[in-house]
């Protein structure tokens, strides 16, 4: 199991929504309104790297809202 954090930057006024929307995402273990540089955090599982990145890609970045993601994959040294 491959975990990562999803930081996500929104346009302005909608962190709430990209956050409820992406929580119903499979996969998805948490999503939350922040403040600072990211607008939303997400916390993320798949079974794979590949399967990460495809959901990153045809799900995450998909909602509306969203204006840029950086995914910092876990790792276990």
Do not use: F, N, W
Not at 12 to 27: D, H, L, Y
Not at 61 to 74: D, N, Y
């Amino acid at each position: 199991m491959v975990q990562a954090y999803i930081l996500i930057q929104t346009e302005v006024g909608k962190a709430t929504s990209v956050a409820e929307t992406i929580a119903k995402i499979p996969g998805v273990i948490a999503a939350e309104d922040v403040t600072g540089p990211y607008d939303v955090i997400v916390k993320a599982e798949a079974d794979t790297v590949d399967d990460l990145g495809r959901m990153v890609v045809a799900k995450v970045q998909k909602v509306e809202g969203i204006t840029r993601t950086l995914t910092c994959p876990v790792v276990h040294l």
